[in-house]
């Protein structure tokens, strides 16, 4: 991190209230409470989803989010020795700004009627997922970027992630209930490109230093955050899924992935390190990866054994990134990548779009069913083809790719 001197730590207590004096008046201006029935401009879906999640609030699903975001990703920067303890309090910071940001700039497109925001619990889940997609982008840079810097990033990208999730998922009406889109490759390749903007070449000495400097007290961090992950990220790529069916679907596949990315991962890593068993940072990663490239797919697929091969191509990727195409990022493209975010949400992201288009193609009323309406609602009532809506999931993912590029460069 940059060295604090008094005029840093005044700068960020100044801008800490202006931000925080900024959302009070905006949330006095703006914001209310939504009531059971709930007004909505909103596209059909996102209205039945926040009735549905406001009516019964849904508790553990949303614990579990709040608690993957607090902690997995905290955690997540806490195992490199450089940065750890310190990183993971500002990742707090950044939430607790970003959770509130969130939720003016996403209740303006979503829940804005007559004048006012009207929240609810499905507000305060749609914003930990922008927050999550913040939280990644700051993988990408940290140690080059001071807190203030931190907070003006998130200020930036929450609302351009939040336009690409309009955008994507009311506009066009994409299916991507687990965020390997909106979150994940948004996150990953917005913080890449402010990375390449924000090139350092004094810090090439430490170009590895992330990923080498891994001792005992941060082994700690990688397992606690690796069991966090196993245990509540399953909530977080279903818990915007309405209907009970479709959830399940989703929670499955999401195991199912993790578990083989995750046994790729000691096929592959004695393969490629010295070491006969992989480091627990190489597993966490691969629980990641397991997971994001579920993020479109996973209420798609309509049996375990596609869940277990999308989990296992993506956990052999990951490793092949970290020892292959993250020094060429770092020599040619000048990218320095301080979490290796690229290969743990961008590829898969990337991988998790690819799939999921492909299984729109063979979204059928035979082989989907009475989910044919949970997961393409568009599909079932006749408004648009399987081509269509299929055509239409692939050009989501440029699209993420271009705002997240452009908005990544001009922040940077």
Known sequence: MPEHTAASR?????LCFLLQILNILLFAV????????????????????????????????????????????GLLVAF?????????????????????????????F??????????????????????????????????????????????????LCSLNEYILLSLMGVSDSGRALTVHTFGAYFGLMASRVLYQPQKDKRKREGQQDVGHQTDVFAVVG??????????????????????????????????????????????????????????QDATLAGMAVMGMAGEMLVTPFGALIAGFLVG????????????????RLKIQDTCGVHNIHGLPGILGALLGTL?????????????????????????????????IQLSALPLTLLLAVLGGCFTG
């Open 359 to 391: 299984l729109t193609l063979l979204a059928t009323a035979d082989t989907y069913g009475d989910r044919l309406e949970l997961v393409f609602p568009l599909v079932a009532q006749g408004s648009r083809t399987v081509t269509d809506q299929a055509i």
């Open 316 to 331: 052999l990727i990951s490793p092949l990134g970290f020892r292959f195409f993250t020094p060429v990022l770092h020599s």
């Open 30 to 73: 703006f914001v209310r409470y939504s009531s059971e029935s709930g007004p909505g401009q909103c596209p059909p879906q996102l209205n039945d989803s926040q009735r549905t999640l406001d009516s019964g609030f849904q508790q553990p699903c949303f614990q579990d989010v709040h608690i993957q975001v607090l902690l997995s990703f």
């Open 226 to 283: 690796t069991i966090y992950l196993w245990i509540f990220w399953p909530s977080f790529t279903s818990t915007t899924t309405v209907h009970a069916n479709a959830k399940n679907w989703a929670v499955l596949n999401t195991y199912f992935s993790l578990v083989a990315s995750t046994i790729a991962t000691f096929i592959l890593s004695p393969v490629l390190y010295e070491k006969s068993t992989p480091q627990m940072v190489q597993i």
């Open 110 to 159: 979503y829940f804005f009627l007559n004048g006012k925001i009207y929240v609810g619990a499905q507000s305060m889940v749609s914003a930990d997922f922008c927050t999550a997609a913040v939280l990644i982008s700051i993988g990408a840079v940290l140690g080059r970027i001071n807190p203030v810097q931190m907070l003006l990033l998130a200020l930036l990208e929450v609302t």
């Open 10 to 14: 005044l700068r960020l207590s100044g």
């Open 80 to 108: 490199l020795g450089r940065y750890g303890p310190g990183s993971a309090a500002i990742s707090i910071l950044i939430i607790a700004f970003a959770i509130q940001w969130a939720v003016l700039i996403q209740g303006f």
